[in-house]
């Protein structure tokens, strides 16, 4: 592992761009993460009956995929009754032929235990570079999203309380936000690569960007690295929260989000 430093974020490397020979040694990279913060008391979303589709913008391409959820800073077990991912067509509708359903551990439902982390079985879906995908998360239970990121600059979508949706291919959509509940990660298979993590700020989380855009510095570094074709292996993840601090905690009031310092981060 190597790191690069620079004034206001940090910059590490980790894993290698050597080739694995066999499934059983498959590489597997970040392709999209946020970080998981404490949603403020005033702004915790409720979820109930209802599916969630997330909207990421992957860095690298890959062949094989699974997703991390996180219920961090949740004070009670989430339970998700269902989860697809698919290849995003436009705003909240997917490619069908895409569409795979995830299992965790087997099974198509979980429940995360409080200040924990699931990851998902993988599932083969050919997911190219800077590309967009959508997760769907169908919450049977009352899900408080007391873990999300509170600056995504992306649209999200979220359904009427109608069941799941999950498998829909036109999302039947009751509103938009703007924060990415409980979803932290989107990992990659590939025969080779590595991951690039961003750590930081406002300006590495994206503030003054533009919703929707895929603009932040992170999201344009993914991009050059592509457009390089020596480094295309190389995934981005931005794991920056606006006003992070480095050795010490954000305080944490009923208006103030920040999460943990980066010495404490997961």
Known sequence: MRSVVTIGCALVVLGSTGHATARNDERWIGTWATAAQPARPSA????????????????????????????????????????HIARRRSGADIDPASDRALTFRGRPAATI?????????????????????????????????????????????????????????AFPIAKSIAVWPFLIGVDVSSSR???????????????GSTRDANQRWPDILAARLQQSGQYAALGVLNEGIIGNRLLFDSPRTATNPFGASLGEAE
């Open 44 to 83: 915790v979303q409720t979820f109930r009956n209802q599916t969630l589709r997330l909207i990421v913008h992957s860095s690298v391409a890959g062949t094989r995929v699974r997703i991390r959820v996180s219920n961090t800073f949740g004070d009670r077990p989430l339970a998700i009754g269902n989860a």
């Open 193 to 207: 690569g590595a991951t690039i993590v961003a750590f930081g700020s406002s300006t590495t989380d994206g503030d």
């Open 113 to 169: 235990p409080v200040h924990s982390i699931v990851v998902s079985d993988p599932v083969d879906l050919t997911v190219p570079a800077l590309s967009d995908l959508a997760i769907s998360l169908f919450f049977p239970q009352t899900a408080a999203a007391t873990t999300s990121h509170s600056l995504a600059l992306q649209t999200n979508y979220v359904s009427a309380e109608a069941g799941d949706a999950t498998a829909a291919a």
